[in-house]
């Protein structure tokens, strides 16, 4: 008896790798036995103080409607719009901001948006676990392009041969997780312009959604271009639970390029909310929306994961390993000694150090530390690295 939709089955076939590894990667083993865990871009460390205060204050209700039923609140969309202007150079509106519960539901947004079933969504590898999920749950097909392997930029000309006439999203991460890395003006502005001439042949855009969660956690001064500012038909999700530290907070948005034809920013603006709806109201809560205007000026201690991240890279490449250097993000992808990913990870959890396998990014031969553990973590952490290094 068929009980259950395809699309629920199809997706839940592209998490069996992420779940299998999440209920089993600690094997029971007892926090205090665990030196260092730095699977995921989780807190370690008690939550930023400026959060919290603003949080505590917030939640004291200022009119009888503080806890009614909210889509995107208008200051909030209002702080957003001016910070992403202040920061990209961008034309933004309060119109163009859909608030959302974090990026994760920003991209549902946009695929339910753009994307019909059979449409086609280019995804850059190693890319985010989620992405595949969220496409084939809507009877999307996602289509996998390899990134530069040695160097993990964009393929310009690998995108270009996988697009077809279904083609209607490429997603671009930046700052990019898994790798670190931040992608240039003039690679993102050859794809703006590939992008332009495939749209103009097929007749209908091809979108970008940019996906840009890490973009304040960059280091060394490292410009930063979004694709917004090089291609009109641009999508921005984003969320603030990287640069909080905080993803249980669910806050984050999807803005509309300003630099979209009127028409297009239009009708996109306005079918925003229905589609929020539609997906289940698929909104931040009242209290997060309200935040927004304090939380937009509080961040982790980006010298202090620059630190981290030197201190890594430093030990780990003295012992042998080769790593990329990120320029963004808390994440350092390297190649597992050995070249298998999956025993590495295994055998450095048997000296209480925990890291991702590069399977959870079709990459079995490397693996991903996140750097949001501790100083002290990665401290207790480097011992086992050395030993894992002969
Ligand atoms: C590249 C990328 N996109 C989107 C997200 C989702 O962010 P959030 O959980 O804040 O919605 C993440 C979270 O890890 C991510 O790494």
Same mark, same amino acid.
């Given at each position: 008896?068929?009980?259950?939709?395809?699309?629920?089955?199809?997706?839940?076939?592209?998490?069996?790798?992420?779940?299998?590894?999440?209920?089993?990667?600690?094997?029971?083993?007892?926090?205090?036995?665990?030196?260092?865990?730095?699977?995921?871009?989780?807190?370690?460390?008690?939550?930023?103080?400026?959060?919290?205060?603003?949080?505590?204050?917030?939640?004291?209700?200022?009119?009888?409607?503080?806890?009614?039923?909210?889509?995107?609140?208008?200051?909030?969309?209002?702080?957003?719009?001016?910070?992403?202007?202040?920061?990209?150079?961008?034309?933004?509106?309060? &119109?163009? *901001?859909?608030?959302? +519960? #974090?990026? %994760? $539901?920003?991209?549902?947004?946009?695929?339910?948006?753009?994307?019909? @079933?059979?449409? &086609?969504? *280019?995804?850059?590898? +190693? #890319?985010? %676990? $989620?992405?595949?999920?969220?496409?084939?749950?809507?009877?999307?097909? @996602?289509?996998?392009?390899?990134?530069?392997?040695?160097?993990?930029?964009?393929?310009?000309?690998?995108?270009?041969?996988?697009?077809?006439?279904?083609?209607?999203?490429?997603?671009?991460?930046?700052?990019?997780?898994?790798?670190?890395?931040?992608?240039?003006?003039?690679?993102?502005?050859?794809?703006?312009?590939?992008?332009?001439?495939?749209?103009?042949?097929?007749?209908?855009?091809?979108?970008?959604?940019?996906?840009?969660?890490?973009?304040?956690?960059?280091?060394?001064?490292?410009?930063?271009?979004?694709?917004?500012?090089?291609?009109?038909?641009?999508?921005?999700?984003?969320?603030?639970?990287?640069?909080?530290?905080?993803?249980?907070?669910?806050?984050?948005?999807?803005?509309?390029?300003?630099?979209?034809?009127?028409?297009?920013?239009?009708?996109?603006?306005?079918?925003?909310?229905?589609?929020?709806?539609?997906?289940?109201?698929?909104?931040?809560?009242?209290?997060?929306?309200?935040?927004?205007?304090?939380?937009?000026?509080?961040?982790?201690?980006?010298?202090?994961?620059?630190?981290?991240?030197?201190?890594?890279?430093?030990?780990?490449?003295?012992?042998?390993?080769?790593?990329?250097?990120?320029?963004?993000?808390?994440?350092?992808?390297?190649?597992?000694?050995?070249?298998?990913?999956?025993?590495?990870?295994?055998?450095?959890?048997?000296?209480?150090?925990?890291?991702?396998?590069?399977?959870?990014?079709?990459?079995?031969?490397?693996?991903?530390?996140?750097?949001?553990?501790?100083?002290?973590?990665?401290?207790?952490?480097?011992?086992?690295?050395?030993?894992?290094?002969?």
């Amino acid at each position: 008896m068929k009980l259950v939709s395809d699309r629920a089955v199809a997706a839940a076939a592209e998490l069996d790798t992420v779940s299998d590894f999440f209920r089993t990667y600690r094997m029971g083993v007892p926090d205090e036995q665990v030196r260092a865990d730095l699977t995921f871009g989780n807190p370690h460390e008690m939550a930023l103080p400026r959060l919290v205060e603003s949080l505590k204050r917030r939640i004291e209700p200022r009119r009888v409607d503080w806890f009614a039923y909210k889509t995107s609140e208008e200051e909030a969309r209002d702080v957003v719009a001016r910070a992403l202007m202040a920061e990209l150079g961008l034309a933004f509106e309060p &119109e163009d *901001i859909a608030m959302t +519960p #974090g990026a %994760f $539901a920003a991209i549902g947004v946009a695929f339910s948006m753009l994307m019909d @079933p059979g449409d &086609e969504c *280019i995804i850059p590898m +190693p #890319g985010w %676990f $989620a992405y595949t999920t969220m496409l084939r749950a809507r009877n999307t097909v @996602p289509v996998k392009v390899p990134l530069d392997d040695r160097t993990w930029d964009l393929d310009v000309s690998g995108i270009e041969r996988a697009i077809t006439p279904r083609t209607r999203i490429v997603i671009i991460n930046t700052p990019h997780n898994p790798t670190g890395v931040v992608y240039s003006r003039e690679r993102l502005s050859e794809l703006a312009q590939m992008l332009q001439r495939k749209s103009a042949d097929m007749g209908r855009p091809i979108f970008i959604l940019s996906d840009e969660p890490y973009r304040r956690i960059r280091f060394d001064g490292v410009h930063y271009t979004s694709p917004a500012q090089v291609y009109p038909w641009t999508l921005i999700d984003y969320s603030y639970a990287k640069i909080l530290l905080a993803p249980g907070l669910r806050l984050g948005y999807l803005a509309i390029c300003p630099d979209m034809p009127q028409e297009a920013r239009d009708e996109l603006r306005q079918l925003a909310m229905s589609v929020q709806i539609s997906l289940g109201w698929a909104f931040p809560d009242a209290l997060a929306q309200y935040a927004v205007a304090d939380l937009e000026t509080v961040s982790i201690d980006i010298e202090a994961f620059r630190k981290k991240r030197d201190r890594v890279l430093g030990a780990l490449t003295q012992w042998g390993y080769t790593l990329t250097k990120p320029q963004g993000t808390f994440y350092i992808w390297g190649k597992a000694p050995g070249g298998d990913a999956h025993l590495f990870t295994r055998r450095l959890a048997e000296h209480g150090v925990y890291v991702m396998p590069g399977t959870l990014f079709e990459r079995p031969g490397e693996f991903r530390i996140s750097l949001t553990g501790s100083a002290e973590m990665i401290e207790a952490s480097l011992p086992a690295f050395e030993a894992m290094s002969a």
